[in-house]
């Protein structure tokens, strides 16, 4: 087990990671503040494999909780489900000295956090992520919020947690395409970062996809260094935050070209990150081979690197207009200066972005 302390003055909080910390959730929701009630919200899924444990743990630590359980998926991350919550916690006589205990992935978080954020004016949260996603990027940074009909998380606020658990052992029931999209984040990281760390996860790929338990601790622990060190410089996005989005511009197009359910996430980042490390190549900041290197280690990580002749390059750069709202004027990236090292490129032009991805197009890299 291991811990790390996230420093944000007053909203500082520990992260405790590790395989069965997931007993120690009722210790540490005691311990970070007086709580007299917890509301465990989760999914069928989720709770059928691990809301006893966890209510047990928090019962033991003498906090009475209730489980609130909202369905599963990206489609029910709205404001409908989020009023569904408030319900449940005024049944439940919930005041401001509750806490709301976030048990399963993004999906699950960033509600719980967007109503612990609301719900009276703000009262605690605690996060306990179950997804690989979750654990290295989702419950980290302090961002909550639900999708609205015309756009994913369009509404939300900035709500950091009082702790949070990651318990390794939780990844033994994922889905290995969820595993598998967290590692995209994971190797992110590695990539934006640090390049002894992105070694560490072409060595080990497939002890990784196995679900070997010491490689993902090593993977998370390192990983949620790494979000912690950027978020806590540029806590509400100004600057160095950027450099996390990193085969995003590209990525949130191809999820949107291929209307969101094709790809997920992790697979859609997993190209853009190749398109975006030829865009570098292109305008001199990375050196030849930078995205060929990056691929191999997608590849080895069972993730897509190559983009489909079916995307076409003027229709990736409107997507990304509209993504970034930036008709007409200059469009911003993360880019890769070399493995390990990124830097944001302020102004990249649109034809820029269409020939890398013609490029990358042509290119097929072995999976
Ligand atoms: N707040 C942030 O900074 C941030 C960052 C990245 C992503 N997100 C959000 O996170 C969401 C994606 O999160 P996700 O990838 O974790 O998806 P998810 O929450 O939808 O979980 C994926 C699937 O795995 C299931 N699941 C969860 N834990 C499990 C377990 N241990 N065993 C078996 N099944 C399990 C879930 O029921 C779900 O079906 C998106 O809504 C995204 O916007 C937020
Ligand atoms: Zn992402």
């Not at 569904?84 to 956090?113: E, N």
């Not at 601790?217 to 950027?242: F, N």
């Not at 990736?316 to 830097?343: F, H, N, W």
Request: proline share 2%.
């Amino acid at each position: 087990m291991s811990e790390i302390k996230v420093n944000l003055g007053e909203h500082s909080y520990v992260i405790t990671i590790g395989a069965g910390v997931l007993s120690r959730v009722g210790d540490i929701v005691a311990s970070s503040c007086k709580h007299t009630a917890a509301a465990i919200v989760t999914n069928p899924t989720v709770a059928r494999h691990y809301a006893a444990k966890v209510t047990a743990s928090i019962n033991a630590a003498g906090i009475r909780s209730e489980t609130i359980i909202v369905p599963a998926g990206e489609r029910f991350k709205t404001l409908r489900t989020i009023a569904k919550i408030y319900d449940a916690l005024v049944d439940m006589k919930m005041d401001r000295c509750g806490v709301i205990v976030a048990l399963g992935g993004g999906v699950i978080g960033d509600m719980s956090g967007f109503a612990a954020a609301t719900y009276m004016r703000g009262i605690d949260f605690v996060q306990v992520p179950t997804t690989l996603l979750a654990q290295v990027d989702a419950s980290v940074g302090g961002k909550t919020g639900v999708d609205l009909p015309q756009g994913k998380n369009l509404v939300g606020a900035f709500h950091q947690p009082r702790a949070v658990v990651m318990d390794t052992l939780t990844l033994d029931t994922l889905p290995s395409r969820e595993l598998r999209c967290g590692l995209a984040e994971v190797v992110k990281h590695g990539i934006i970062y640090d390049r002894e760390f992105l070694e560490f996860l072409d060595d080990n790929a497939s002890g990784l996809l196995a679900g070997q338990h010491d490689l993902l601790e090593r993977a998370v622990y390192r990983s949620v260094e790494i979000k912690r060190d950027v978020v806590e410089i540029d806590e509400r996005e100004s600057g160095l935050r950027a450099i996390l989005n990193y085969g995003h511009t590209v990525g949130h197009a191809i999820e949107a070209l291929s209307g969101y359910g094709k790809f997920r996430h992790g697979e859609a980042l997993s190209v853009g990150m190749v398109t975006e490390a030829l865009i570098a190549e292109d305008i001199g900041v990375a050196q030849s081979q930078t995205a060929s290197k990056i691929a191999n280690v997608l590849a080895k990580m069972r993730l897509p690197v190559n983009l489909d002749d079916v995307f076409n390059a003027q229709d990736i750069v409107r997507a990304i207009e509209v993504d970034k709202k930036t008709l007409g004027s200059s469009i911003r990236m993360a880019l890769p200066v070399a493995l390990g090292e990124c830097k944001v490129v302020p102004d990249i032009d649109r034809q820029t972005i269409a020939s890398a991805v013609e490029r990358h197009k042509s290119l097929r890299y072995q999976g």
